[in-house]
Nanobody, 119 residues
Framework: QVQLVESGGGLVQAGGSLRLSCAAS????????MGWFRQAPGKERIFVAQ????????YYADSVKGRFTISRDNVKNTVYLQMNSLKPEDTAVYYC????????????WGQGTQVTVSS
């Protein structure tokens, strides 16, 4: 298994910044990539960003391009999501997830951390 421990999140004003962290442990050698998702109240969980462990290739949802940056520290087995120029529409519970090798979907999820952006 892969265990994910998320940290960060909180209340910020619009235009502010926040950095989320996700520490992975367990069978991380079998993971292909890690990603961030978010879910607002009453809405479906949607994709935010992904980064591969090997070369650090990144992929972002259009709604966060230019504002969010995903990165990883291979030594610490930790993935970060730097969020700048936050908007009220970014308010959601943010989840970290692991995409395993030979899989097209994410198989492990963290508990999530709340991000609230006020006007």
């Amino acid at each position: 298994q892969v265990q994910l421990v998320e940290s960060g999140g909180g209340l910020v004003q619009a235009g502010g910044s926040l950095r989320l962290s996700c520490a992975a442990s367990g069978r991380t050698f079998s993971s292909y990539a890690m990603g961030w998702f978010r879910q607002a109240p009453g809405k479906e969980r949607i994709f935010v960003a992904q980064i591969t462990w090997s070369i650090g290739s990144t992929y972002y949802a259009d709604s966060v391009k230019g504002r969010f940056t995903i990165s990883r520290d291979n030594v610490k087995n930790t993935v970060y999501l730097q969020m700048n120029s936050l908007k009220p529409e970014d308010t959601a519970v943010y989840y970290c997830a692991v995409r395993l090798r030979f899989s097209d979907e994410y198989g492990y999820w963290g508990q999530g951390t709340q991000v609230t952006v006020s006007s």
